[in-house]
């Protein structure tokens, strides 16, 4: 059975990681989401990536804040894609977090979402879009998903909008 992991340093990193989630469930796409640090639980972390490469995990999502080490270990135990979201939060509010995730040495990629809330939701998206690459299914729903939101543009444009 394919599916996404998502792993989150910390429960506090759930209020905005569930907004990840919910973009799955809107896709009916299967995912699992565990909560594994970095550097509070390295080997629960690591051995957790091999479980999952096992049941089928496609692709990696992993959210951490301060330090921010999470998405580098889980990219340094796999050759699957891993999506690095940085959470908001602490003495630098993310900066710190995103500067983590993105700065991986050459040969260990991460791709680096957004923070916070869109960083969640474009995980999901990312992930998605790595799918759809065999998923003909998942593509027309991508597909579809633009159609939406292009109309949303136009109808709310049509509420406010002033031209001269
Ligand atoms: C990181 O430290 C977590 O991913 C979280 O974003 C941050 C703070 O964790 P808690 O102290 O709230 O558990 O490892």
């Known amino acids: 059975m394919k599916f996404v992991s998502i792993l989150m340093g910390s429960k506090s990193d759930y209020e905005i990681m569930k907004h990840c989630a919910d973009t799955f469930e809107k896709f009916g796409v299967k995912y699992e989401l565990i909560i594994s640090s970095a550097h509070r639980s390295p080997q ?6 091999s479980q999952a490469e096992e049941k089928g995990a496609v692709a990696f999502i992993a959210a951490a804040g301060m330090a921010a080490h999470l998405a580098g270990a889980v990219a340094a135990s796999t050759t699957k894609p891993v999506i690095g979201v940085p959470m ?15 700065q991986m040495p050459a040969g260990m990629p991460v791709g680096t979402v957004a923070l916070g809330r869109s960083g969640a939701v474009n995980a999901a998206y990312l992930a998605m879009q790595i799918l759809a690459i065999f998923d003909k299914e998942l593509a027309i729903k991508l597909q579809e998903d633009r159609i939406i939101q292009a109309k949303k543009v136009e109808s709310d444009s049509k509420e406010i909008e002033v031209l001269i």
């Open 44 to 49: 629960r972390t690591k051995g957790y990536i």
């Open 88 to 102: 908001k939060g602490g003495a630098m509010d993310g900066m710190d977090a995103m500067l983590s995730t993105v």
